[in-house]
């Protein structure tokens, strides 16, 4: 038993220790993001999220704490997380051709690059939204497709589970900084 013990508290500092290598380099990126954000809702513009295949279940779980509550009890911010049309050639492309408008911001949450989010990327830039993708992969690559008012949350890791991880806490975080900011927090 005390050998199972071991294995597991092995394991859960090992976690530990990718998650903090992994977001470590995300504070610069995050606040950036938090600010972009909080701006538009703070001009009665409005947040569109989607997310690649199963990140949309991340983007979903973003609205639902932007709209409602994170932990601190405020009124509801305007995020819509978008829904893929069954048969769509271009993943949400159609409805942020549709929803989303100018100083709009998309957060397009993918687990590797783009992950497929290519033609939602390429709608919010024909809308000129401004861009927050939170992805895995190649940072230098990835910033070569995006301007310099987007934001580029990339976790350098291979990992899927890491990843996924360190995703749901960056999403925490940027509610959490957006609360403290809109609410005046400071503790």
Known sequence: ???MLTLVQNRLQQTLQQLDLVLAPQVEPL????????????????ILV?????????AAHFARLMVGQFEHERPGLPVISLQEFPGGHEPYAKS???????????FAIARHDADGL?????AAR??????VLLTSGNTE?????MSTHDSLLCLESNAEGIVHEAQLILIHTLCDLIDRQLLGIAE
């Not at 606040?31 to 409005?46: D, E, F, I, R």
């Not at 989607?50 to 991340?58: D, I, K, P, V």
């Open 141 to 145: 690559q990835l910033m070569a497709n």
């Open 126 to 131: 024909e809308r000129d939204m401004l861009v």
């Open 50 to 58: 989607c997310g690649a295949r199963e990140r949309s279940q991340l």
């Open 1 to 3: 038993m005390s050998s």
């Open 31 to 46: 606040l950036q993001a938090a600010g972009a954000m909080l701006h538009t809702v703070l001009n009665g513009q409005k």
């Open 96 to 106: 942020i051709r549709a929803l989303g408008a100018h100083n709009d911001v998309l």
């Open 118 to 122: 290519e033609p939602a990327l390429k």
